[in-house]
């Protein structure tokens, strides 16, 4: 079987009516495609998510969108697309059943800590209008901040314009975060180039979902299967997919450009930004803990569970939707839980658990602390923090061990064995960390005596009994 390639790909398309019905091809001239975009953060979500995007745009015959994928650091992924000229297949899973797509916007990979020096000169491009990321929670750092401001840097040097600066991660408020990342950065350097940044420069805050498990060998196997071409990159996602970003664009044009391809241009992200944030995330790392001590694999696998399935339901419809303003929220929860049974995808509880030091705060506890301010229950969350705090054992309740990944794991699983077996003094040592719970709830006893009864009962019965003494109580 041959390999994906430029010329294979160009082989296909002439070759059309001997193809699968249910494969799409880049049929654009790949060559005209300038890379417009610079990406930060080449993994998954990207290629599944904003690069079918500017492959849309790339489709209709814009050629400012192609796409330089930068992996922080990983090389694997950058050199095994670039051995493929940039292609991989999409597998798009959904009830109506599987389709593909060769997706053909990434014209370029390179690898940040390998290259810097390449990745600045290409955010300094004349040709460069974009940059997105998707780098994760926990690189929002000085790293991330000197390589950027030093494009930028370049930029305003060389007499260019500025830059439409796109953060595409799960972060509250993540185009403001960024923006606050580089000027700090930027000032520190010197005040004219903060002050650049901030006049021609856009930071729009975003909310993207798509849910795209990691690769593996299976979408490679599959991909084969259904296209008769070997894609060592080949991935798969659901059908899917919500981009919604506010307008504010270096290119006032390019809202309306990014809208026909179906994004979402509003004012006002916060309402998107929060419901998905705690409705899905906020969901989702619940299901990851559940899943991960009671030795289910899958988010598929969990919530086929009807009692974790009504315990996710009540999340959502107690203690998340009063919160937020979303229009239509119980149609959004009723498509979230159907996505989430979604068996194709396979996504991984443990892939989802890990970080969940810096993802708690984002999706739990920003609703615990408005919702005690206000005198309202958290008794769900107070659920699944026991569960979290149990999960950190690292071994499930069939005795088989499993790996924490997470900046804090050596911390959290030294809290966690320390007090195994004391929940009272387990909940205190643990909900201490200020990073992960804020200042006031470890004092908070409405929160402390709550998470501690579960853990209490979780410690007795186990995580499956205590789970439906918790539903009978609802
Ligand atoms: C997940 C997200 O891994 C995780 O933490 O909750 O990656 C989730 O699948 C995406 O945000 C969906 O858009």
Redesign the pocket.
């Known amino acids: 079987m041959r390999a994906l390639s430029q010329a294979l790909l160009n082989e296909l398309i002439d070759s059309a009516d001997a193809l699968p019905a249910s494969l799409t091809l880049p049929r654009y001239d790949r060559r005209q495609a300038a890379a417009g975009v610079i990406h930060f953060g080449l993994g998954a979500?990207h290629r599944a998510h904003q690069a079918v995007v500017f492959d849309a745009l790339l489709a209709a015959g814009d050629m400012r969108w192609g796409v330089l994928g930068v992996a922080m650091r990983s090389t694997q992924l950058a050199d095994a697309l670039a051995r493929q000229d940039g292609l991989y297949t999409l597998q798009i899973a959904s009830a109506a059943g599987r389709r593909w797509q060769i997706v053909g916007a990434i014209r370029q990979t390179c690898v940040a800590s390998r290259e810097p020096q390449y990745v600045i000169d290409a955010v300094a491009m004349p040709a460069t209008r974009w940059v997105t990321l998707s780098v994760t929670e926990k690189a929002y750092g000085p790293d991330l901040a000197a390589l950027l401001v030093k494009g930028l840097a370049a930029r305003q040097a060389a007499g260019l314009g500025g830059l439409t600066m796109a953060s595409c991660d799960?972060l509250t408020g993540n185009g403001d975060k960024l923006r606050a990342l580089c000027v700090g950065a930027a000032q520190s350097i010197n005040a004219s180039l903060a002050a650049w940044i901030v006049t021609h420069c856009a930071f729009p805050n975003s909310m993207?979902?798509?849910?795209?498990p990691a690769a593996t060998g299976q979408h490679r196997l599959d991909a084969a299967q259904a296209t008769g071409v070997d894609d060592a990159c080949a991935l798969g996602t659901e059908n899917f997919w919500e981009w919604v970003i506010e307008d504010r664009f270096v290119d006032p044009a390019d809202g309306a450009l990014l809208a026909s391809a179906g994004v979402t241009v509003v004012q006002d992200v916060l309402p998107f930004e929060q419901a998905?944030l705690c409705m899905?995330?906020g969901s989702?790392?619940a299901i990851?803990v559940l899943g991960a001590v009671m030795g289910l694999p899958t988010v598929s696998d969990c919530v086929a569970n009807g009692q974790i399935h009504r315990f996710v339901h009540g999340l959502m419809t107690d203690v998340m939707m009063p919160q937020l303003r979303r229009p239509d929220l119980p149609a959004y929860r009723d498509a979230l839980l159907a996505r989430f049974a979604n068996p194709d995808l396979r996504?991984k509880v443990h892939?989802?658990a890990?970080?969940s030091s810096l993802?708690i705060p984002l999706r739990w506890v920003s609703t615990v602390t408005a919702r005690l301010a206000a005198g309202q229950q958290v008794e769900a969350l107070a659920f699944a923090s026991a569960v979290w705090m149990r999960y950190l054992l690292s071994e499930d309740e069939n005795g088989q061990p499993y790996t924490i990944s997470d900046p804090m794991a050596a911390t959290l699983q030294e809290l966690a064995q320390q007090h195994r077996g004391d929940a009272a003094a387990t909940v205190q040592a643990l909900t201490a960390l200020p990073s992960i719970w804020g200042e006031m709830l470890h004092a908070d006893i409405r929160w402390t005596s709550r998470v501690t009864f579960w853990l209490e009962r979780i410690q007795a019965v186990g995580v499956a009994l205590a789970l439906d003494e918790f539903n009978s109580a609802q």
């Open positions: 979500f799960n993207v979902d798509r849910i795209v998905k899905l995330n989702h790392t990851a996504h892939q989802i890990s970080d993802k």
